[in-house]
């Protein structure tokens, strides 16, 4: 994973007794995902950021629901926030794992993200929480809720 390299779990380890303790495989393939997003954005590489959605995905920001059916809508949807970040001067952005939950083939991860400018200062901080789902061997993410 970006930064500190593995998920955390939170909470007390309740519910349903699922948590990662004992989930090495989904562990490192989430883990996977989210690097393989993080790039997607450093490289300003819409069609890598894409191929991390199960679709249709929802993506809530801005208090609104967006529900994107295909590649094409997603990928109309990334290309304009990439031109937001560009013209913003983000160079990069990383991300801390706030809290993750797996339970069978669903997972729940909170995220706090930092986008920088090449100078390092932070650009935009904000949390996305992410709900995963499991699609053969892979994660992908199916929901984006943005704070």
Not at 92 to 111: D, I, N, R, W, Y
Request: proline share 1%; with cysteine; hydrophobic share 35%.
């Amino acid at each position: 994973m970006a930064d500190n390299g593995d998920f955390q779990q939170t909470g007390n380890g309740g519910g349903n007794g699922a948590d990662l303790n004992g989930n090495d495989e989904a562990e490192e393939t989430i883990a996977q995902l989210f690097d393989d997003y993080q790039a997607g954005f450093n490289d300003y590489d819409m069609e890598r950021i894409c191929d991390c959605f199960a679709l249709p995905a929802i993506i809530w920001q801005h208090e609104k629901g967006h529900v994107f059916n295909d590649d094409e809508e997603l990928i109309e949807n990334i290309e304009a926030l990439l031109k937001a970040l560009e013209k913003e001067g983000v160079s990069h952005s990383e991300f801390q794992v706030v809290s993750s939950h797996v339970s069978g083939t669903t997972a729940l991860v909170t995220l706090d993200w930092s986008q920088e400018s090449t100078d390092g200062e932070a650009v935009f901080e904000f949390t996305c929480h992410y709900q995963l789902i499991q699609d053969g061997e892979d994660w992908m993410i199916a929901g984006i809720v943005n704070e």
